[in-house]
């Protein structure tokens, strides 16, 4: 049923359009004056506007004004009735935005008609725009998951064709078997002979390995040095003889640019069981297997076996030292800011921890919060962090510094912790900050995992003033159509879309086309990791709202950031 507000000053007049559209099954809602209609229109979004003119205090030129600057009413169809016939305040309503003028009185019949030719009107202009977003996210989605250099699948993909593969041979009975090939020492080929030639030897590379196996295979690129081959069905024998066969083809020259160039390779191999169809634990295993074979001088595969090292003594190590470290004052927040490309100045900052052990010095976030994920250490780690943060953000506001939003990363274990919301509640009032100040970063990962719980818990944070983020942007499910379910107010675009965006044309493509819907959706966009001049030029005029990295900052600790804000660091300075 569409909805249609009635903005009309005179009360019969507004009574007999309310009751002829009610007759005609509108859901329909009367407003008695300009302000009362402004109110109502965004409140509840109508399909269609029908307003008066000449209405006192506010009359219908400065509603129609109004809701135009507004992003949620700014393309609702706006029909004028007015019982001026001037040419000047037609044309006036017109140059505002107007879609069509009814000169009081009209007939049922004109009314009706003018009401369903916008509507049909708005309604193709919604689908077309529709299908125009849906054959972007297509072509977005697909750009995000192959590989620029070679057009093979990437790490992204990888988990949905094993999925695909595994769930085809288990109907058949089938084994699914990785092999994991690793180009031996091939960063010494870049150092020394430029980074075109080391394009050239992974396109020609996966050239070779594509040779290899059937089209049911699938061949995937995990990283710049390593490639997965996923058989779909095959016994030990096949496997074995797939592997030799890439390293035979792996170890005939390659004349790139009138030189020969001679790789090693060493190839790790293991099969789906069910103990192992995880495919993260397959990798694992495959990559074990790999070291194995690359003790013996390379050109060789390996087959997985229960007594090789999938991890090792120091992340025992680390997980005791982690189970210590909080009690000990061994973390530290540091923060990155975040800059406006309207303006250049930092208005905001992202926080993220750092750990210095007592024990092991500086320990790398890529190391420790997996762990911390994987023991649960996490949740108190995160509570943490967003306390100190909360903390130091009203200690900055306190010191008349000008008021910022933080933005917190959270696990996928503590959003979905059920008691999160009043956690956050009892955070923002023991620190006394205002919650609008406190931003909560989320991967899409966490956020896909019950669609329904994250929808209600993400209102709830809503509810409380809290801004929230997708972080990390296309490095996951890379998929705005869902968006629309969710309360996001910020989108981040990862740092492997915005590195060299200035000369390749896949990132550009990519990230252009994140910030075009994005911003549809009436989301802000922020590009993280932007190093380079060239990169923050590309994204200033893609409309990109706001940047951070190590071309404006580095991380740095609480007492430096604050120097930033005192010296007023701007963009361009």
């Not at 996001?488 to 044309?505: E, P």
């Not at 910030?515 to 990169?535: F, P, Y």
Request: glycine fraction near 4%; aromatic fraction near 6%.
């Amino acid at each position: 049923m569409k909805k249609i507000l009635v903005i009309e000053d005179d009360l019969p007049v507004r009574e007999n359009i309310l009751e002829l559209l009610e007759a005609e099954e509108f859901d329909v809602i009367g407003a008695e004056n300009g302000a009362v209609g402004v109110q109502m229109a965004r409140k509840h979004l109508p399909d269609l506007i029908l307003c008066d003119v000449m209405m006192p205090e506010l009359d219908g030129h400065g509603v129609l004004a109004t809701l135009r600057t507004d992003p949620a009413t700014a393309a609702i169809p706006f029909i004028f009735l007015t019982a001026k016939a001037d040419k000047t305040d037609f044309r006036q309503g017109m140059n505002l935005g107007a879609d069509d003028y009814l000169t009081k009185p009209c007939t049922a019949d004109e009314l009706l008609g003018a009401i369903a030719a916008r509507l049909q009107k708005q309604a193709a202009v919604t689908e077309q725009y529709t299908t125009a977003l849906n054959q972007a996210q297509e072509q977005l989605n697909q750009l995000i998951r192959h590989d620029s250099l070679t057009g093979l699948p990437n790490r992204l993909a990888l988990r949905e064709r094993f999925t695909e593969i595994l769930a085809q041979a288990s109907q058949a009975s089938h084994l699914v078997t990785i092999l994991l090939i690793h180009l031996n020492r091939f960063n010494r080929i870049n150092d020394s002979m430029g980074y075109q030639v080391g394009d050239l030897l992974i396109q020609t590379t996966a050239e070779r390995i594509v040779a290899c196996v059937q089209p049911i295979d699938s061949v995937i690129r995990l990283n710049p040095e390593q490639f997965i081959v996923i058989l779909s069905h095959s016994e030990q024998n096949q496997a074995a003889a797939v592997a030799q066969l890439v390293l035979d083809r792996l170890s005939i020259p390659f004349v790139l640019e009138g030189q020969e160039i001679f790789i090693t390779t060493s190839i790790g191999i293991t099969t789906h069981s069910d103990a192992a169809d995880n495919v993260d634990l397959l990798i694992k295993q495959a990559d074990a297997a790999m070291q194995t074979a690359q003790k013996q001088s390379g050109n060789h595969y390996e087959f997985y076996a229960s007594g090789m090292t999938v991890g090792s003594l120091n992340q025992f190590l680390l997980e005791a030292n982690l189970r210590h470290a909080l009690e000990r004052s061994e973390f530290q927040v540091y923060y990155q800011p975040k800059v406006s490309l309207v303006t250049g100045e930092i208005v905001g900052a992202e926080a993220l921890i750092r750990w210095f052990s007592s024990s092991q010095g500086f320990v790398s976030p890529v190391d420790f919060i997996p762990l911390a994920e994987e023991t649960g250490l996490i949740v108190p780690l995160d509570e943490w962090v967003m306390t100190t943060v909360c903390t130091q953000a009203k200690q900055w506001q306190l010191a008349d510094l000008p008021p910022l939003q933080v933005a917190v990363n959270l696990s996928g274990l503590q959003f979905h912790q059920t008691d999160l919301t009043e956690r956050v509640t009892q955070i923002l009032q023991r620190t006394e900050l205002e919650p609008q100040y406190l931003e909560l970063e989320l991967t899409e990962s966490v956020i896909m995992q019950n669609t329904d719980a994250t929808i209600k818990k993400l209102d709830q944070l809503k509810t409380l003033g809290i801004q929230i983020a997708i972080d990390d942007f296309g490095t996951g499910y890379s998929s705005l159509s869902y968006l629309k379910q969710f309360s996001f107010d910020t989108l981040k675009i990862d740092r492997c879309f915005v590195q060299n965006i200035s000369c390749d044309s896949k990132n550009a493509a990519i990230t252009t086309a994140m910030i075009q819907m994005a911003h549809d959706l009436d989301l802000k966009v922020i590009a993280e990791g932007v190093e380079t001049n060239s990169e923050l030029a590309f994204l200033q005029q893609q409309a990109c709202d706001e940047m951070q990295g190590y071309f404006f900052s580095r991380p740095v600790p609480a007492p430096e950031f604050e120097q930033l804000l005192v010296t007023g660091k701007r963009l361009a300075d």
